[in-house]
């Protein structure tokens, strides 16, 4: 029978992922989507401490903000548009009416997410795009415009070598921090549709290439195939957001069923359906909730926490169990 689609075999990559030892994700919002799973089940997981970025450059400069503990920063970095402070390497989330508190925030979360880069088993680089915005004044590749004037920024798409380049530096002092660090990397696949399909396909196409030549460089540099997955699997819209250009939940999903089977080790996936079975639990959200069946329902499920907790002392299900004691009378 003739398969009217092109799959992609599922790679079993030679480590493990597990709750044992943290994970750090960075990069766009795919990055964010992964974290966001791992986080949901429970594994120790940090996504985007700094902000997401897309770029091979800025990637590299806020990993390196992460290994020197934030020692790199100083106030005259920031500068103030409308009213508040900002840094063209950190997301907007940063950004304060007062300097000294927001440069105090960065330095802090610099100091945090080292220490867990520091115990990471695994650091996963989702690169979105080899088009960057280059600041006039400064000469400085900007992770965000932070709605600074379009006029006060140069377009560039970097070449596969200023990617290397840059991402091979960086490796080189995460490797020299934590000797046991794998990186994987991944290329979102989400289209940056604003820069021009042409233009999307030149960038995309700069970063494939790019992750090629460090996957032969570095031994403990490895590739996951979103990207691939998105564009030559699942190449239908129906996988798609409304906007035709974010993945569906159906989509990321089918991504994280390839994701599982690369990175997670039996024991781990027979451990998922049941820290699914209490997020479920907790998300549940009835019709009366101080019925009988209800509260018997609730009373289960902390009885299940609780074992579960003992038998794997590694998993935390608070959150969980904050929900489901909310609701008791």
């Not at 943290?22 to 949901?40: N, Q, V, Y």
């Not at 080292?114 to 088009?131: D, E, K, M, N, P």
């Not at 006060?152 to 490797?175: C, H, P, Q």
Request: proline fraction near 4%; include cysteine; charge should be positive.
């Amino acid at each position: 029978m003739t398969d009217f689609r092109t799959s992609i075999a599922p790679e079993h990559f030679p480590f493990r992922i597990h709750h044992h030892s943290p994970t750090l994700c960075i990069g766009s919002c795919f990055a964010k989507h992964i974290g966001k799973r791992m986080e949901l089940y429970k594994f120790p997981c940090l996504s985007n401490p700094l902000g997401i970025v897309y770029n091979p450059i800025s990637i590299a400069q806020q990993l390196e903000t992460i290994v020197q503990k934030g020692s790199t920063l100083h106030s005259a970095q920031l500068f103030e548009h409308q009213g508040l402070w900002h840094h063209f390497l950190f997301h907007g989330s940063f950004s304060s009416a007062d300097k000294e508190a927001m440069l105090s925030t960065l330095i802090a979360q610099s100091v945090r997410s080292r220490s867990i880069l520091q115990a990471a088993g695994t650091l996963f680089i989702t690169l979105g795009t080899a088009r960057v915005y280059i600041h006039k004044q400064s000469r400085a590749v900007v992770a965000n415009c932070h709605k600074v004037p379009a006029d006060r920024f140069d377009r560039k798409l970097l070449s596969v070598e200023a990617s290397t380049n840059v991402l091979s530096g960086i490796f080189e002092k995460l490797k020299k921090l934590n000797p046991s660090l794998e990186i994987v990397l991944t290329v979102s696949p989400i289209r940056h549709l604003r820069d021009g399909l042409v233009e999307n396909q030149q960038s995309k196409s700069t970063l494939l290439v790019a992750c090629t030549q460090l996957c032969q460089a570095f031994d403990y540099v490895y590739y996951f195939p979103a990207w691939e997955i998105m564009m030559d699997d699942l190449r239908d819209y129906r996988f798609y957001e409304a906007d035709m250009i974010h993945p569906s939940l159906t989509a990321i999903n089918y991504i994280w069923d390839y994701f599982k089977a690369g990175f997670f080790g039996e024991d781990t996936l027979q451990l998922l359906p049941l820290i699914d079975k209490v997020v479920r639990a907790a998300q549940h959200r009835p019709f009366r909730s101080a019925s009988e069946t209800h509260q018997a329902f609730l009373q289960k499920q902390l009885e299940e926490i609780a074992k579960l907790e003992q038998q794997y002392p590694f998993l935390d299900f608070a959150k969980e169990r904050n929900v489901l004691k909310a609701q008791m009378v």
